[in-house]
């Protein structure tokens, strides 16, 4: 109930493509979806997050495509480039009350962009 | 500049010593402070919420007794390793809640501290 799958477990893209990365969610009382990037031995950076009450959210080259009745969501990277190669996480929340910030984490995605 | 100041970076032990990691809210007073732990090449998994001026919650297959967590006040947490065992081998990192009405942006938005990286020996 509680996890969050996301595929693929890595990508190889060329610069200047666009990179995809899917998650899906079970527990349909989750209401933030944000999405993380992380360098070795960093810790995660918010990329870009998203509510159910929109479709999708975009801010700068990162896009978040929600659908909430099939319970996916999915990161795309525009024009990407080699300095986005890093570990992406898609995560799950509640927005409000006690337990907003109790993220559950995807499994994540190894992201390479080739130049 | 940074949100959250995680300290050490890296700490080598040996086995059966205790760790202390701090986690620090640099400009805000954090409501809620979080702890994730991270094998290599996996995902963070949550560990415990810790909230300042009371006991920490922490998640099922946790143990309390094992990882001690103290928040004394509203921008320090600390994460205690107790008798640590090569298994107990990890990258640890908080989270910060940063609390409503202190000028960000975002109210509740989080932020993630640079993580600790524990080798026990």
């Known amino acids: 109930q509680q996890q969050v799958k996301q595929s693929p477990q890595s990508l190889i893209v060329q610069k200047g493509g666009i990179s995809i990365i899917n998650c899906a969610y079970e527990?349909?009382?989750?209401?933030?979806f944000p999405w993380y990037q992380q360098f070795p031995g960093k810790g995660p950076a918010l990329l870009i997050a998203?509510?159910?009450?929109?479709s999708e959210k975009k801010e700068g080259r990162f896009t978040i495509s929600f659908n909430k009745s099939a319970k996916q969501f999915s990161l795309h990277i525009m024009d990407s480039q080699p300095g986005d190669s890093a570990t992406y996480f898609c995560?799950?929340?509640?927005?409000?009350?006690?337990?907003?910030?109790?993220?559950?984490f995807g499994q994540g995605t190894i992201l390479t962009v080739h130049p | 500049g940074a949100v959250v100041s995680q300290h050490p970076s890296r700490v080598i032990c040996k086995s059966g010593t205790s760790v202390k990691i701090e986690c620090r809210s640099l400009?805000?007073?954090?409501?809620?402070m979080f702890w994730y732990r991270q094998f290599p090449k996996k995902s963070l998994m949550l560990m415990a919420t810790?909230?300042?001026?009371?006991?920490?919650?922490?998640e099922q297959g946790v143990e309390k007794d094992k990882f001690l967590i103290n928040h004394a006040s509203l921008t320090l947490s600390t994460l205690t390793v107790t008798s640590a065992h090569p298994e107990d081998s990890s990258f640890y990192i908080c989270?910060?809640?940063?609390?409503?009405?202190?000028?960000?942006?975002?109210?509740?938005?989080?932020?993630f501290g640079e993580g600790s990286r524990l080798t026990v020996l």
């Open positions: 400009d805000f007073q954090a409501t809620t």
């Open positions: 998203i509510r159910p009450d929109v």
């Open positions: 989270s910060v809640k940063i609390g409503p009405g202190q000028g960000t942006p975002n109210t509740g938005e989080l932020f």
């Open positions: 995560a799950a929340s509640f927005a409000g009350g006690t337990s907003y910030g109790k993220l559950t």
């Open positions: 527990n349909t009382a989750f209401d933030y």
């Open positions: 810790s909230n300042e001026g009371s006991k920490a919650t922490y």
